[in-house]
DNA sequence: GATGCGATTCACT
DNA sequence: GTGAATCGCATCG
C-alpha cells in the first residue's frame, strides 16, 4: 500500500463517530514545527455536526470551522481568549468534522527553540503542557491554519513514534474547560506522564465587571 | 448592527 | 488557589 505523495495514516479519513478511538491512537505521536518536536501526552477529541456541543463543528459549517470540514490530517488553529492559539488535527472523512485537539506533550527536541519562545519557562515540563504552550512551543498560529501535517508542505508534521505507545497506560475523563458536553469522556492523555496538563473542571464565567460589588444585603 | 462567550495562561497572595 | 486580560465569531433583533 505503498503510495507516493501524502503520507496516510490509519487515523485519517475514519467516521467521526470513530473521533474518540482516533484521539487515543495519536498518543505518544511527534509532532514537529518550526525546529521543534513534541511528543503528546495528551488529546481531546472533538465531534461531528449535532453530535459534540462542544466542537465547533456542532452548528454546521461556517467560515472559520471550513477546515473542520475538509479530509483529514491538516491542522485547524483556533485563536482563543484573545490570545492564545490552539492545534486541532483535523482526523474525519470530507463532510465529517472531526478533529483532536492537541493539550499538551514533552518536548523531545529543539528545547532551546521552545523555551525561547515560551519565555521564562525555562527547560521545564511546562514547555508544551496545555493547548496555548503546545502551539507556542511549536511557534504556531493562525498562518498554520488550513495547512498539512502529514505531506510536509505546511510548517507542522505528524509522524508515528518508533516505539508504540502502552496502550495501558492510556487514561480517559471529562474534557477541559468545556460546558456543553462535559460529561463525554473524550480526553486523552498517559497515565502517569508528567506532562499532562492539570484537570480543571468547567469553570463558570464570573464577571466582577459593570456591576457593582453588592450583595451584602443588610 | 451590537453583544456575549469561549477548547487559556500568567501573576499575585 | 483565585482573578484578570484579550480578540473573533456566532447569535439575536
Not at 481568549?81 to 485537539?101: K, T
Not at 527547560?123 to 498560529?141: E, I, K, N, Q, T
Not at 488550513?146 to 497506560?169: F, H, M, N, W, Y
Request: proline share 7%.
Amino acid at each position: 500500500v505503498a503510495a507516493k505523495g501524502p503520507a496516510v495514516f490509519a487515523w485519517m479519513g475514519r467516521p467521526a463517530a470513530e473521533v474518540a478511538t482516533v484521539a487515543q491512537s495519536l498518543l505518544g505521536w511527534h509532532v514537529n514545527a518550526n525546529g521543534v518536536t513534541v511528543r503528546l501526552s495528551e488529546v481531546e477529541a472533538y465531534g461531528g455536526v449535532g453530535e459534540d456541543p462542544a466542537s465547533h463543528a456542532y452548528r454546521g459549517q461556517t467560515r472559520r470551522n471550513t477546515v473542520m470540514f475538509g479530509p483529514a490530517g491538516y491542522a485547524y488553529m483556533y485563536f482563543v481568549f484573545g490570545m492564545h492559539w490552539c492545534l486541532n488535527v483535523v482526523v474525519g472523512a470530507p463532510g465529517e468534522p472531526a478533529a483532536v485537539l492537541l493539550r499538551a506533550g514533552e518536548v523531545i527536541a529543539g528545547a532551546d527553540a521552545a523555551c525561547e519562545r515560551r519565555g521564562g519557562a525555562g527547560r521545564s515540563r511546562d514547555l508544551a503542557r496545555g493547548p496555548a504552550r503546545l502551539a507556542m512551543a511549536l511557534g504556531l498560529d493562525g498562518s498554520a491554519d488550513g495547512t498539512s501535517l502529514v505531506d510536509g508542505s505546511g510548517p507542522i508534521k505528524l509522524t508515528e513514534p518508533l516505539a508504540a505507545l502502552d496502550r495501558g497506560k492510556i487514561c480517559c475523563g471529562p474534557r477541559v474547560g468545556v460546558a456543553g458536553g462535559a460529561s463525554i469522556p473524550w480526553r486523552f492523555w498517559v497515565g502517569g506522564d508528567p506532562t499532562v496538563s492539570a484537570y480543571r473542571p468547567h469553570v463558570p464565567r464570573q464577571r466582577t465587571r459593570g456591576k457593582p460589588v453588592v450583595g451584602e444585603s443588610g
